[in-house]
């Protein structure tokens, strides 16, 4: 069976953040960071429930990486509150935080009705808001417990590109790398559709138009919208495309070697397109015949995107290799066996148009190094 699912109600533009006032609630519970707090974006969202006359609380206590332990102490404060509305304002972190309060919080409450989640992302990568993935870490075991429900997509998505207008040029490159990896893996999916291509193309697109831009000049409102649009359609589509191995081999190198996730995918996507250019070649040069590039065959135009997505990173200071991300060699390769078996074990790997071996990941690690 071949599926596409899209819940979320996707608001953006000028008063985008005004939606908030006509939302049926009657106690909203604001999830977000102390930095939101710091410069002043809560307050906005703040001041549109003061407007609607929705009380609220604000739980600011998300940490990069949220732990299971920020959860449960979120979710107490929510059922306390017997809130019925969840705004998750932030990165990826707030966001992913928020679906756990309000899965665990639903959970262990007696009321029937699911609280309405609301998600305002703030930077411009994850596609949080729009996909039914949360993950969050027991610090005490050292372990991620990846969620994946249905249940878990925000009702609503607000995308505001004032929000995103300060972030710094280094994070504006490394996520919106962190966007063009999603959508090349969600087109080139062993789950992809025609539904999940045209949003993922989509995004590609907008990618090169207006990721150089973002990263030159903050202040180009039109470059910072089209990458939130860029960000919300990759999550549409990987939502129901799955992803493919860089983002198994960016999990491994961030949960071994704490490399950022967009920075991860940025220098292994090159090297990932050329892994499987016996399996996705046609897709490869789709994507370049899109873009415009030298695509008069496969091999030319798988050639011409990888040669793109390189001159990306240079252009905007990204590795292209393992080696330059600030890893040591003799512990790379003392990881290699346990990279490549958890590369394997990795689901995103799943959708993986090429189906590898141990020793091919063992081999693709060492191209990419
Ligand atoms: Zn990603």
Redesign the pocket.
């Known amino acids: 069976m071949t599926h596409f699912y899209g819940k979320t109600k996707i608001c953006y533009g000028e008063d985008a953040l005004a939606n908030i006032e006509d939302l049926p609630a009657k106690q909203a519970f604001i999830v977000t960071d102390p930095f939101m707090v710091k410069i002043g974006f809560a307050d906005r969202v703040k001041s549109h429930l003061d407007r609607a006359g929705i009380p609220h609380r604000t739980f600011d206590a998300v940490e990069p990486d949220p732990s299971l332990e920020t959860v449960m102490k979120g979710a107490k404060l929510f059922m306390q509150d017997h809130a019925d509305l969840i705004i998750a304002l932030g990165g990826g972190s707030p966001i992913d935080a928020a679906k756990a309060i309000g899965h665990f919080g639903h959970k262990a409450s007696e009321n029937p009705v699911k609280p309405m989640l609301v998600a305002i992302p703030t930077t411009s990568?994850?596609?949080s808001e729009v996909t039914a993935i949360s993950v969050v870490t027991d610090k005490v075991n050292e372990v991620k417990i990846p969620l994946n429900d249905d249940d878990l997509i925000p009702d609503m998505a607000i995308l505001d590109a004032r929000f995103t207008r300060s972030l710094p040029p280094h994070v504006t490159a490394a996520t919106g790398m962190?966007?063009l990896?999603?959508a090349i893996e969600a087109y080139t999916s062993r789950q992809a559709n025609a539904f999940t291509s045209i949003y993922a193309l989509h995004a590609i697109k907008c990618v090169f138009e207006f990721l150089p831009r973002a990263y030159a000049n903050g202040d180009d409102m039109e470059a910072r919208t089209q990458m939130l649009l860029a960000s919300c359609m990759a999550g549409m589509a990987?939502n129901n495309s799955g992803?493919g191995i860089t983002?198994g081999v960016?999990h491994s190198l961030g949960g071994i070697f704490h490399v950022p996730?967009?920075l991860a995918?940025a220098s292994m996507l090159s090297h990932a397109i050329r892994f499987n250019i016996f399996d996705a070649g046609i897709r490869y040069q789709e994507i370049a015949q899109a873009l415009g590039l030298a695509a008069t065959k496969v091999e030319e135009g798988t050639e011409s995107l990888i040669q793109a997505i390189r001159d990306m990173n240079d252009s905007m200071g990204i590795p292209n290799r393992i080696r330059d991300l600030k890893i040591d060699e003799s512990v790379f390769r003392e990881q290699m066996d346990t990279m490549a078996s958890n590369v394997l074990e990795d689901i995103c790997t799943g959708g993986n148009p090429r189906q590898p071996s141990h020793g091919d990941v063992k081999l693709l690690l060492e191209e990419a190094w």
């Open positions: 990568g994850t596609g962190d966007v990896t999603h990987f992803l983002h960016a996730h967009g995918n």
